[in-house]
């Protein structure tokens, strides 16, 4: 990676913080905590199961809020309270200031995720009192999350290089929903036909595929994520952020900064 | 080789939702700034002045012409290393400090990692900011943020350097300090190229001035020489406190000063005026040349008709 | 300054006495409400929208619908029991979200069973839901158990043998269900068999009202034998006397019983004029269906959950 990507990264994760985002974790940890000392009285026998499944929703709700919130102005902000014009009349490139916002809001994110995962081995360590090896299973849940921040910041970027802030959520966020669907909009572009199909089955392969990501479920009842799902949700993930990235670099590269 | 370059530089904006309505921002400029001049580009608001500038510094893409700084391109790293910015009331990212924020645009310029410290403190010294350089720039008040802008401007060592209204929001201290910069960065060998409104500064600082009106260049010239053209006028003091009926009858407005009469009439009517005091035996004191200033040139510019429509109307 | 120290006064109270406003009347509003009809309290019914609509996070939703149901038949329960007309429906969200929430299918095969005003009554969707668990659970022997005791509920020993069968196959399978298959193809009708069944859910469930239910079944069984074993002393008693016993004390002195008889709570029985015997605390006994007091009416029942 090149010093000024890496800088640009740098810079955008010193701001999300100052920005006090990683306030969060006050929120996350309150809620897990609660979680942890209620869920014996609440529920019955399946406090193990609610743990997880609360802990990695959470992770989840909450990082995709972040990623949408931050993303969305990422560029857009720069443009408007006109910081860009200085970083751009030295020596950068505007795909780097892209690949730099793009890598410094996903570090800002992995960092998040790290410290929610310790609070939810904490408060699975205090349900259960110990860790069985399907736990392992949580970690996986929880790369597959990381993967889907990082498709959610690139899309948040592309909609903010070119897009006000208010219709780039409006746009990551219906994105997000429709990709928790993928699969169902796959099953069901096979009972249409005609330009029907072609549009459908063109969304369906166009949205981003979150429901393979998403094994929440499978990992809260212990069951393990087969190898080669890991794999190939690693390529997809790498894949679709590098298209994104792409056609926000086309746009962002031919635009004028009034 | 100009340090600038500016090649038939248009844009014209498509305007509206179906973008029919098309707005002319820049007509074709042409012009050439030299290595080692300080060049100010003068005109009333929306005349054009930042729209060049966007072009030049890449933000903007021109719909026709090309420009080259230092003899390369404009989206040429090499070149943007040896330029530096400052736009209109800058504004910077407001979470980190002023010497962050220098740091991290040193990087961004390739400045050498152990050079780039020190030349941090040293124009943080240079624009007076080195007490406050902790202090978070939102907490920065608009002078303090224009003395930022120069700092980030200067820091790399660029040999032009482009300022977009430098001294605006300044108090005339600080405004004496940017001035004093400029002329120490001429010093030091460096061209800069200055867009204002005010006259007074330009008039003071630049070697030459481009004046620009509703996007097109309506004149370009070394300072003394345009405002030659200029018909001038001259200032004549005498004793007394009356007003020969022959220059009353010029109309001018006549002014007194302790114990004598002033007035300035044009040129032209100069051997008239002495006339009528000698013959009114008034006791004349002084005949002083009144230089006419750029503003005259500047508003005598701007009254006159735009040259390129007859040329546009037809293309 | 004084006015604006007026304002702050007026601006306080009015907020005050707003919120306390507020408050009294949305109490005024519930009480006019009626009971939320059905629908409305499960918000969404259809458990294909519901899973659609929680973008893949379903263990949650199905972890908070699985506590709904919970926490609804226990507040239902507690307030005397009824028909339970939500608890299907909150189990059938439940399982569909989650087909691999094991609990579930316990509570629906113990709790949609029992009749009311016990439980919903209805064994054919306790049944259909059992089945659905077996099919998404294949090597979990515990919802064979559960299959194979609502048909022993209903006296279908062949079809219950066969879901012990079943289940006994499966790896990990505790041995008592070898031991049940046998026991419910040839004993299916025994009292033995019953309370080797509630004997086997009482210490293998790990859920306090499932266990709580279990242990008031083994006290019917305690009382049915207790009455199979006393009625014949009665009848002793009136060969020898001719008349039916007033109490025990009178048996006590005919030498027929050595002290009075105490029902599982340790309660005294009572003896009927014409002999028969009754418990004293009907009330404390559910599911009883001998020994119940002449005239005895049924009141809703009550489990305490640590038995």
Known sequence: MNSRVFHIATNTFREAVRDRVLYNLIGFALLMSAAAVLVGQVSIQIERLVVINLGLTAVSLFGIVIAIFIGIGLVSKEIDKRTLYTVLSRPVRRWEFIAGKFFGLSGTLVVNTFFMAIGVFAALAYVSHHFVSSDFGVLIALYFIVLQFIIITALALFFSSFSTPIFSAIFAFWLFVIGSFAQDLRNFSAMTHGLVRWLVTGAAYLVPNFSALNVITQVAHGEPVPLNLIVLNTIYALVYSIAVLSAAVLIFERRNLK | ?315 | ?307
């Open chain 3, 1 to 307: 300054m004084i006015a604006s120290r007026r304002v702050t006064a007026i601006a306080g109270t009015l907020l005050v006495c707003s919120m306390v406003s507020a408050a009294l009347l949305i109490q005024a509003v519930d009480d006019l409400r009626p009971a939320a009809p059905l629908q409305e309290m499960l918000y969404i019914s259809s458990p294909k929208l519901l899973k659609r609509l929680c973008l893949g996070y379903d263990g949650l939703l199905a972890d908070i619908y699985w506590t709904r149901a919970v926490q609804y038949f226990g507040g239902t329960h507690s307030r005397g029991g009824g028909t339970y007309k939500l608890l299907w429906p909150l189990l059938n969200i439940t399982t569909q979200l989650d087909p691999h929430l094991i609990a579930a299918y316990e509570f629906a095969g113990t709790f949609l069973l029992a009749k009311p005003p016990e439980g919903a009554g209805d064994p054919a969707k306790a049944i259909a839901l059992v089945q659905y668990g077996t099919q998404n659970n294949p090597n979990d022997w515990h919802l064979f158990y559960d299959l194979a005791f609502i048909y022993y509920d209903l006296k279908d020993y062949r079809n219950s043998a066969f879901a012990f069968l079943r289940g006994s196959q499966l790896p990990d399978a505790h041995p008592f269900l070898k031991i049940m298959a046998a026991q419910m193809a040839e004993h299916g009708g025994d009292l033995n068999t019953a309370r080797m069944m509630w004997t086997a859910t009482y210490e293998t469930t790990h859920d306090k009202m499932i266990r709580a239910n279990a242990a008031a079944h083994l006290r019917v069984i305690q009382v049915d034998e207790d009455l199979t074993g006393l009625e014949p002393l009665v009848e002793k008693y009136r060969a020898r006397t001719g008349r039916f016993p007033e109490s025990f004390t009178e048996m006590i002195s005919a030498g027929i019983i050595r002290s009075i008889p105490l029902d599982p709570l340790r309660h005294p029985y009572r003896l009927e004029p014409g002999g028969r015997i009754v418990v004293s605390n009907p009330d404390e006994l559910p599911f009883l269906d001998q020994g119940l007091p002449s005239g005895y009416v049924p009141r809703p029942p009550k489990l305490s959950p640590v038995d």
């Open chain 2, 1 to 315: 080789m100009p340090a600038i370059e500016i090649l038939g530089l248009e844009k014209i904006y498509n305007a509206g939702f179906w973008r029919k309505r098309s707005k002319r921002a820049l007509r074709p400029l042409t012009l050439a700034v030299e290595e080692g001049e300080i060049f100010g580009f003068l005109g009333p608001n929306g005349a054009g002045k930042t729209t060049t500038l966007k072009i030049l510094m890449g933000l903007v893409f021109p719909t026709a012409g090309s420009a080259r700084i230092l003899g390369m391109e404009l989206d040429d790293p090499r070149m943007k290393a040896q330029i530096g910015f400052l736009p209109e009331q800058p504004y910077f990212y407001d979470h980190l400090t002023a010497r962050e924020l220098l740091h991290y645009y040193g990087q961004l310029s390739g400045v050498d990692g152990k050079q780039l410290s020190p030349k941090v403190e040293a124009v943080l010294e240079q624009v007076k900011l080195s007490d406050s350089a902790n202090v978070q720039l939102r907490k920065f008040s608009k002078g303090m943020l224009q003395r930022v802008g120069i700092a980030q401007a200067i820091l790399h060592d660029p040999k032009v350097v482009f300022l977009d209204e430098p001294m605006s929001g300044l108090d005339p201290m600080g405004r004496r300090e940017v001035r004093s910069l400029i002329e120490d960065l001429k010093a030091r060998g460096k061209t800069i190229f200055f867009s204002t409104h005010i006259l007074s500064d330009a008039e003071a600082l630049c070697d030459r001035v481009g004046i620009i009106h509703h996007g097109e260049l309506r004149g370009v010239g070394a300072v003394a020489e345009l405002t030659a053209g200029v018909h001038g006028k001259v200032e004549i003091i005498w004793q007394g406190a009356r007003v020969p009926d022959g220059i009353r009858t010029m109309g001018a407005e006549c002014r007194a000063a302790g114990e004598t009469m002033r007035v300035t009439v044009p040129e032209e009517n100069q051997d008239a005026a002495l006339e009528a005091l000698r013959r009114e035996r008034l006791r004349l004191i002084s005949v002083v040349p009144v230089r006419s200033s750029l503003e005259d040139y500047f508003v005598a510019q701007l009254d006159a008709p735009v040259k390129s429509e007859a040329v546009s109307s037809q293309s």
